[in-house]
Structures are given as C-alpha cells and as structure tokens.
C-alpha cells in the first residue's frame, strides 16, 4: 500500500479522536485544529522515512502532543492572545454544566499536567504510554499525574461532588 493511500485511511480513522484530544489539552478547537493539523503534516512529511508503520497511531499522539508542548512554549511569547468570539455553542447533556466545570480547572492548569490528565485519564492510556507519548519517565508523569490532581480537586473545591464525574 502506498503511503497517501495509508495516511488518507490513517486520517480517517484517528482525526475526530485526535482533535478532541488536542481540543482537550488546548481548550479550544480553532487552536486544537490547528495543533492537529500541524501534526498530521509533522506525519505525512515524516511517514515515507519510517521503517515500521505498525505503531503509526501511537506516533500520531506523540506529535500532537509534542506539537501542543511545543505551541504552549510559544504562546509566552506572542503579543496577541488566542479567545473564542463569539462563544462556541455548548454540548448539553444531563450534567453537562459539570463537565464545563471540570473542563474550565482543567484549562487553567499547567499545559504538562493538563496534558499528562487528559491522556492518562480521558485517553486512559498507561504511565508507560503516557511517558512514551510525552517523552518523559514513568515517574514524571506519576508526579504530574498526581500534582495535577491535587490542583484540579483544589480549583474545583471540596462542594464539588466527584461522584456526579461518574456518568
């Protein structure tokens, strides 16, 4: 199989999961498309070069990632700030209005830990895969797992009941 033949399917498959991934780490979608997209042309320049295709989806999260890791450092430095306007409109569903809660915490914290809970937790990936993806050691991302955490359950205050997450 050629490899646009491949990565079209590839595309296919993994596009919606990986942008709400980014959107995830991002916490909006114009930015999430647009880590995606820099992903997926990170991979389609990078794929005639790998030796192993077997793992290919993996190495997709690795890059978006990477590419959210790497977007984040340069935000610092940008003199303009990225904001959704007009307001995106909301998905709702019984206990939406948590979600948006817990999505808002999480927006706030660190781009490492948010994106450390985003996949151990919502891609329920394992420590081994969560380091592999973030290029890290196990330990960091039990650290940032753990720190991240405890600053979620303190942004979102001891009156929010974590049973109500549970759906």
């Keep these: 199989m050629d490899w646009d033949t491949e990565f079209t399917g590839l595309y296919d498959r993994c596009h ?23 992903a997926f042309l990170k991979l389609y320049l990078a794929g005639p070069k790998l030796a192993d295709h077997s793992g290919i989806e993996g190495y997709l999260q690795q890059i978006v990632v990477r590419t ?22 909301l998905y709702s569903m019984p206990g939406a209005e948590d979600g948006i809660v817990v999505w808002e915490a999480l927006s ?21 895969d969560v380091a592999a993806a973030l290029g890290c050691s196990t330990g960091t991302v039990k650290s940032q797992s753990s720190k991240g955490l ?10 929010f009941d974590q049973s109500r997450l549970e759906v």
């Design 150 to 159: 405890r600053t979620l359950r303190h942004k979102l205050g001891p009156g």
């Design 68 to 89: 959210f890791l790497a977007e984040r450092r340069r935000v610092r430095w940008r003199r303009e700030k990225l904001t959704d306007a007009p307001p995106e409109s």
């Design 16 to 38: 919606e999961q990986m942008r709400f991934t980014a959107f995830l780490m991002c916490g909006n979608w114009h930015e999430a498309e647009d880590v995606l997209q820099a």
């Design 108 to 128: 706030t914290m660190p781009a490492r830990q948010r994106a450390v809970l985003v996949l151990r937790y919502w891609n329920d990936l394992s420590v081994d």
